[in-house]
């Protein structure tokens, strides 16, 4: 069984800041990609950011200079610091995570979401 759990999610002005964390828990060999999509009230979920085992980032142009995901790989969490928040960044805010839970040579990653944290960017 695994689990991730975000936290970190709240109500901010815009312009101000938010960490938000992700930590994956449970029967886990290794992490490979770990990232962040959020869903905005009548949106489709879009990837805001992504990071590989190797700590190499990926950003929607949206959010570029503004967020920056890190991971601590010994702790399998993730984070991503939000800075100059703007209302449009208003949504759930869910992470996710490419797994391997077997130990077996070539066992394949299997995708796991969290549950979801809210962020609200008033203006």
């Known amino acids: 069984q695994v689990q991730l759990v975000e936290s970190g999610g709240g109500l901010v002005q815009a312009g101000g800041s938010l960490r938000l964390s992700c930590a994956a828990s449970?029967?886990?060999?290794?992490?490979?990609?770990m990232g962040w999509y959020r869903q905005a009230p009548g949106k489709q979920r879009e990837l805001v950011a992504a990071i590989t085992f190797g700590l190499s980032t990926n950003y929607a142009d949206s959010v570029k200079g503004r967020f920056t995901m890190s991971r601590d790989n010994a702790k399998n969490t993730m984070y991503l610091q939000m800075n100059s928040l703007k209302p449009e960044d208003t949504g759930v805010y869910y992470c996710?995570?490419?797994?391997?839970?077997?130990?077996?040579?070539?066992?394949?990653?299997?995708?796991?979401w969290g549950q979801g944290t809210q962020v609200t960017v008033s203006s």
């Open positions: 449970g029967s886990i060999f290794s992490i490979n990609a």
């Open positions: 996710y995570a490419h797994i391997v839970t077997s130990t077996l040579l070539g066992a394949p990653a299997e995708a796991y």
